[in-house]
């Protein structure tokens, strides 16, 4: 049976694959522990996409490397290759047919890695960091979309050294997510940019908002018809707003809800509250995970309006989060953020990427069908 088939047990508490029945406070929820992880704080992880039939996962660190693991159905993981920058790697994405990875660094630059051969060749610059990279799929053209701190979302083909395209944001780009035709862009200074990307990238929207503190992740969710419909914004004070791009009643429609905080309610005991490092969207029942800096991931039916499942604390934050194409992986990361500063900072602690089994705990509470 495979372990991350729906009808397995897997996840759901008992022995770990491992046999480790303690309880061990850096894998409180017995997860797979994926071997020969990173040397230094993960920052980012992508699963392969459906065209790829086995689960490849990719992972960017701290250390400047990127590794590629394929996870097999009985939950083990094999270590398959790595790439190196001249930077801490924060992000990863691949193009749609599987072929390829593509990772970006503060290094300045944007690789694109081919599996197949191994080779890695550097594909965009930057002036300054390069902070988010989507590969965009659209029906007259195809390209990568590089966000930097340089204040310029731009966009290559891979084959030529300047960009078909940059455009100039009021600030720092600090998380961006793209589902053809939209990407959306959150910045320093709490700054949102929506861009429509049929015939060629345009920004579409500026938004004021919704959250009073800085942004830290972005993901865009889907209507019924598989049409992105508006995105989930996460911020360093424990808050995710939920916003529609056109709802028909923006006041009823559009919400925030508060995550990631210690149990502290009112003035004698004080809320303990962190950053929301990362948010993905559950690919076949659209509900949704979040991963903070109290080391717990989250699990929410943004329609319904509950939260589905709180995770036990492990010993460090959750840096990382993501789904493989079917749903039935969450991958998580937990490493240092340096939320609390470098004396908090301990080289001993090892970094870990962790597989749960997401086919029963993301299903939405109430099926309105």
């Known amino acids: 049976m495979s372990l991350f088939g729906t009808s397995s047990g897997f996840g759901t508490g008992g022995t770990g694959v491992f046999g480790s029945t303690t309880t061990d406070s850096h894998n409180p929820m017995k997860d797979v522990e994926v071997t020969s992880p990173p040397d230094d704080s993960i920052s980012c992880l992508a699963f392969s996409p459906p065209t790829m039939p086995a689960n490849f996962l990719i992972g960017g660190s701290w250390a400047n490397d990127v590794r590629c693991w394929e996870v097999q159905d009985n939950g083990q993981t094999v270590p398959k ?54 590969w965009i799929k659209a029906p007259n053209y195809s390209c990568v979309m590089t966000g930097s701190w340089d204040k310029t979302l731009k966009f290559w083909d891979t084959r030529s050294p300047n960009p078909m395209m940059s455009l100039q944001m009021p600030e720092r780009c600090y998380c961006a997510d793209v589902v053809y035709p939209m990407a959306v862009v959150a910045t320093a200074e709490r700054g949102l940019i929506v861009y429509q990307l049929e015939n060629q990238p345009s920004e579409f929207r500026r938004i004021d908002s919704p959250l009073k503190h800085q942004h830290r992740c972005v993901a865009i969710f889907k209507d019924k018809q598989n049409k992105p419909t508006g995105f989930a914004l996460g911020s360093i004070e424990g808050r995710v707003a939920i916003h529609y791009i056109n709802p028909p009643n923006p006041a009823k429609d559009n919400f925030t809800f508060k995550c990631h905080r210690s149990n502290g309610t009112n003035n004698s005991t004080p809320q303990d509250i962190y950053a929301v490092n990362a948010i993905a969207f559950h690919p076949v029942h659209g509900t949704l995970a979040t991963v903070g800096s109290d080391g717990r991931f989250s699990f929410w039916d943004k329609d319904a309006r509950t939260k589905l499942k709180t995770s036990e604390q492990l010993d460090q934050p959750i840096t990382a989060c993501c789904f493989n194409h079917n749903g039935n992986i969450f991958a998580y990361a937990s490493s240092y953020d340096w939320s609390k500063g470098h004396e908090y900072y301990n080289p001993q602690k090892k970094n870990y990427i962790f597989l749960r089994n997401a086919a029963e705990e993301l299903k939405p509470r109430n099926k309105k069908w």
């Open 81 to 134: 290759a790595q790439q190196m920058h001249t930077g801490p790697v924060l992000d990863v994405c691949w193009s749609d047919d599987s072929s390829k990875v593509f990772t970006a660094s503060c290094d300045k630059t944007a690789k694109m890695w081919d599996l197949n051969s191994n080779q890695a060749m550097q594909i965009a610059q930057h002036d300054g960091p390069i902070k988010a990279i989507h």
